[in-house]
């Protein structure tokens, strides 16, 4: 939204994700080290506008050997206020001399009423609101995604439903699916077995809360 463009454009807050290569379109694989050089030096000017600077480095599992070596030192030794932010969904997939130098800060689900009002309070229709909630299995910022991409909803249904049909199927159908979406040596496949996994729990999560006789998040 308009808030967190503003954010970005703040001297004192930085904001690194996995970018995408110019001549392909395509996402680039790792973060690489002259990117995170470029944050280790600004982290270390002084704060131009604020008390503090921060830095958040989103899919900080993308970090490569050398750019995670190269961020030990400031995490270690930070200068003056500052905070710096790994957001990853899987800590082990992190190298063990970044985390062994940080603290874990978990974000447990986020009750579907409260994503629902958040969503209202943003403009979007109750019924609207009360749908996307509910699909975001208590991940508020993917019902904000979903708010202004109705196509990346739709999409994220099509595989929750395609999901629910392998997982009800026989094991040879699900080798199959798995050999069919996740060719043996393809590119891209481990984020693509990611990808599966985390459409798989939130099934089996939500078939858990439909046996416990909830229907959503508490």
């Known amino acids: 939204g308009a808030e967190v463009n503003a954010l970005r454009l703040h001297p004192d807050f930085i904001f690194l994700e996995l970018g995408v290569n ?19 030096h600004k982290l270390s000017l002084t704060p131009m506008s604020a008390s503090s600077k921060v830095a958040i480095i989103d899919g900080a599992e993308a970090l490569s050997l050398e750019a995670a070596n190269a961020l030990l030192k400031t995490l270690e030794e930070p200068s003056g206020r500052t905070f710096i932010i790994l957001v990853s969904k899987d800590r082990e997939l992190l190298p063990r001399t970044v985390t062994s130098r940080t603290q874990v800060v978990r974000f447990s689900p986020v009750r579907h009423d409260e994503i629902e009002k958040g969503l209202i309070a943003r403009g979007v229709g109750t019924e609207a609101a009360r749908e996307l909630s509910a699909a975001a299995f208590g991940a508020p910022g993917l019902a904000i995604t979903w708010s202004s991409d109705d196509s990346a909803m739709r999409e994220r249904e099509r595989a929750f439903a395609e999901g ?21 040596r393809s590119a891209g496949g481990k984020e693509r077995a990611l990808e599966l996994l985390d459409t798989w729990e939130l099934i089996f999560r939500d078939m858990l809360f439909s046996s416990l006789g909830a229907g959503e998040t508490r």
């Open 22 to 40: 110019e001549k392909t379109g395509k996402a680039k694989k790792n973060i690489g080290i002259d990117e995170i050089r470029e944050v280790t």
């Open 164 to 184: 629910l049909r392998i997982l009800s199927s026989f094991d040879f159908d699900k080798i199959k699916f798995v050999e069919k979406e996740i060719p043996e």
